[in-house]
């Protein structure tokens, strides 16, 4: 990665922002998806799409890649919505989403949408495969590196600790997992539903390099890429501390917004929200 300058974080910023009313656009057509967790996740994977990544959009399988795993696959329409800005399909294809026969199921699947790196929907799932990811790539001598963006609900699962078992034993250095720490599952609260705190710690009890950043900065998370690759000792966790239904004000902090999609109502309310956060462009479905 090249230096991030004030120049490229508002390019990202007004990406992030792009990203949002084309995912609320989306999810209105669908009438049926998540909003929450993909609106706050926009500046995280803007950054990813259009800085941090190694990729090839028009070379998916690209062997030298980096290999991105969503772990919390019901946040699907924001990377769907980076990889069609990204150019890996015409924004036009967002529109499909939920449909029958689309490439762009309500969880991602792979083989169906080429750059999708695994398929997830059982929460947890896609930290172990992330594991596996990674340390095949070692086997294979390859310096790509792995990314596992995980929701903090899923935390709840035993897999993800099975799955941090291993990569502090096999010192996993070539990944890197990213927690939406939101505070928000399908029921209430984290910390109502099974309280998660002290999280760093627990990450610290199995050896990670950890760092708790604000998710909505990006250029906090870039550079905390950036340590997290200079990191080679252990395996590292970015706790991304974010507001669920980020940009949109009736949204933000309601834990009912996690599993469904504006109306046709709501949808104008969102977008105008949106259309004043800092960092707007314009954004087209072409």
Known sequence: ??????????????????MRRDLISMLTHAKSGHSAGPLDLADIFAALYFYVL???????????RDRLYVSCGHVAPIQYVAMAHAGYFPKKEL???????TRLQGHPEFGSL????????PLGNGSAQACGAAYALRMNGSHSHVYCIMSDGELQE???????????????????WIVDRNNIQIDGMTETI?????????????NFH?????????????????QAHAVVERPSVIIAHTIPGKGVGFMEYDYLWHGKPPNAQEAKRALADLRTLKGMIESEHQ
């Not at 035993?158 to 078992?165: K, N, Q, S």
């Not at 099974?194 to 199995?206: D, G, N, S, V």
């Open 158 to 176: 035993g897999i993800t600790w099975e799955g941090a078992y291993f990569a502090q034993k096999y010192v996993l250095n070539n990944m890197t």
């Open 95 to 101: 529109m499909t989403l939920r449909r029958f026969g």
């Open 54 to 64: 190694n990729h090839r959009p028009k070379q998916p399988t690209w062997r030298h």
């Open 194 to 206: 099974m309280p998660e705190e002290p999280l760093r710690a627990k990450f610290e009890a199995f």
């Open 210 to 226: 950890v760092q708790e950043i604000d998710g909505h900065n990006i250029r906090e998370f870039v550079d905390a890429v950036g």
């Open 1 to 18: 990665m090249h230096v991030l300058h004030d120049n490229d974080v508002q390019r990202l910023e007004e990406r992030a922002n792009a």
């Open 114 to 121: 080429p750059g999708i790196e695994n398929t997830s929907g």
